[in-house]
Structures are given as structure tokens and as C-alpha cells.
């Protein structure tokens, strides 16, 4: 009887360790962004009392956590050329997160859900990053944008040039012949939001042409004014 008490015991010690492992490993998943809401605000579910809609925090302790690292090599597995290529090659686009975050700026949370990290690039904070995060969907939603200077844009002229890169597919639809790619709302207003107090207030280039890339590699490019606002849905007659 002893044996079989033991046994039971035993098996029960097995089963909550199995599922406290699987709680674990689902937490400190690479692609799990949760954690990240805890740098931003002093408030949040972990905290006692709710964040407001939108409040600044720690951006330097969130990049010098050894999970940021983790989580934008895993979620942006694409390679990158425009900023390395005067030392020839590619580089993942991990290395140029990093950099272009290297000076912080702002770390906003929207809706104790949705994180906007910006900076610039040190020794050259004219060049400016921004990485934003749905820290709600499984995987997190990671989109990275990153601007370099263009000679010549869709029309010819001289400008800004950005480089998107985003975790997961984005919807399509088709106005007339040209594909219009949709990001979530309220990504477009966190990029909005960080062109007008970064790009625009310290840039005398206007941003001429955006390229999406896909986590395959796959490009698209665009005019800033369709990813800003992209036109109407096409409507069946």
C-alpha cells in the first residue's frame, strides 16, 4: 500500500514538473515579447495599477536584456546589404538593430499591448531606427524600420530611403494593377508618430521610397505616402 502511495506521489511530483517546465519554456519562448512590456512602464498587468494610453520607459535596459537579442534574431531572420555594403557583403538585420537603436530615444506603450522603440545610429544620430512590437500575438509581431539616404527614388529624385522589415506576411489587395500591402493600424500610427519627431523635425530629406522585406527575403517597394495612407479599398459594383 506504502509502495503504491509512493508511487502516486512520485507520478504527481513528475506531472506538476512537466508542467511548470512547459509554462517555462513557453515564457521564455525567443518569439514571446511580453516580458518586454515591463521595461517600458512602471505599470502593466505585473504591476498594481493599469498603464495609461501611451507612456515612455526604459529603452536602454530593454536592448541590454540578453532576450532582445534573442527575440529580433529569431522573429527578423533576413539579411541586410544598403548598411553594410560599403564594407562589401550582408549582415542580419539583428546587427542593424542594434545600431541603429545604439542612441535611445523613446520606449512607448500603446494599449499596454503594442511597444515603439526609437533611435539613432552613434556618431551619426541623423540616422534614425525605429522597432515596434505586438507583444499580444504568438509569435510576437516584430517590424523593424531603418532609413539610409537613396540617390535616386520610383520618380528620380533624391531623398530618404526606408527599409522595412517585418516578422510575418501582411495582407494585399490590389488597387488597379499595384499590389498595397496593409500593416496593422496601429503600426502606421507608431510610424507616423516616430517620422514626425525624428525623420522630420531633424532630416532636411524628404522620405521618397519605403521597401518591405519580407522574413523570406522578398522585397517590395512603395511611395511613403501609400504606406502612410494607403489608397481606398477597391469596391465591388
Given at each position: 500500500?506504502?509502495s503504491h502511495i509512493r508511487f ?146 520610383l520618380k528620380g529624385e533624391s ?61 517590395h517597394d512603395l511611395f511613403w ?13
Open positions: 500500500m506504502r502516486a506521489s512520485f507520478f504527481a511530483f513528475l506531472l506538476l514538473s512537466a508542467l511548470a517546465a512547459g509554462a517555462q519554456t513557453t515564457y521564455n519562448s525567443p518569439t514571446d515579447a511580453t516580458w518586454a512590456k515591463l521595461y517600458a512602464t512602471d505599470c502593466g498587468p505585473a504591476m498594481k495599477h493599469p498603464c495609461p494610453p501611451s507612456t515612455n520607459g526604459y529603452e536602454g535596459e530593454f536592448t541590454g536584456d540578453p532576450r532582445f537579442l534573442a527575440l529580433v534574431k529569431q522573429s527578423l531572420p533576413q539579411q541586410e546589404s544598403w548598411w553594410v555594403n560599403g564594407y562589401g557583403g550582408s549582415a542580419p538585420i539583428s546587427k542593424a538593430v542594434q545600431e541603429f537603436l545604439g542612441v535611445p530615444h523613446n520606449f512607448t506603450l500603446d494599449d499596454d499591448r503594442y511597444i515603439t522603440a526609437d533611435g539613432c545610429v552613434p556618431h551619426a544620430c541623423m540616422i534614425h531606427g525605429m522597432l515596434w512590437i505586438d507583444t499580444a500575438t504568438k509569435p510576437a509581431t516584430v517590424i523593424f524600420v531603418g532609413e539610409t539616404l537613396v540617390a535616386g527614388g531623398g530618404d530611403h526606408l527599409y522595412l522589415y517585418t516578422s510575418r506576411k501582411l495582407a494585399t489587395y490590389y488597387a488597379g494593377k499595384r499590389p498595397i500591402k496593409i500593416f496593422d493600424p496601429q503600426f502606421l500610427r507608431s510610424l507616423a508618430r516616430w517620422h514626425d519627431a525624428n525623420v522630420s523635425k531633424y532630416d532636411t530629406q524628404k522620405i521618397i521610397l519605403a521597401t518591405i522585406v519580407w522574413p523570406n527575403g522578398a522585397t505616402s501609400d504606406l502612410l495612407q494607403p489608397p481606398p479599398l477597391p469596391t465591388s459594383n
